[in-house]
């Protein structure tokens, strides 16, 4: 069983950037896929990037933030991270974290994230 823990979230202006973290704890972090999703009200949880277990080399974003966002992970921390630049009102949103392996897959509690001036 992996413990997921998400921080960083905030209220921030259009433009503004911020950093999410996720720790994890109880399972060997690198061997698992690790992804950022969001989930807006009233709207379905989409996938915003993931990054491929170990070396992390792999990585994939939706459409809408390429180019503004990066996912990296620290294996020595057991964390991964979201750093969202450029930051749009459309970007608010809970953000969850989710690890992943073969059939199992982790969920953290999610942060919320507010982009408004």
């Known amino acids: 069983q992996m413990h997921l823990v998400e921080s960083g979230g905030g209220l921030v202006q259009p433009g503004e950037s911020l950093t999410l973290s996720c720790t994890t704890s109880?399972?060997?972090?690198?061997?698992?896929?690790m992804s950022w999703y969001r989930q807006a009200p009233g709207k379905e949880r989409d996938m915003v990037a993931r990054i491929s277990p170990f070396d992390g080399e792999g990585t994939k974003y939706a459409e809408a933030v390429k180019g503004r966002f990066t996912i990296s992970r620290d294996n020595a921390k057991s964390t991964v991270y979201l750093q969202m630049n450029s930051l749009k009102p459309e970007d608010t949103a809970v953000y969850y974290c989710?690890?992943?392996?073969?059939?199992?897959?982790?969920w953290g509690q999610g942060t919320q994230v507010t982009v408004s001036s």
């Open positions: 109880g399972e060997t972090f690198m061997i698992f896929a």
């Open positions: 989710k690890a992943e392996l073969s059939q199992y897959e982790y």
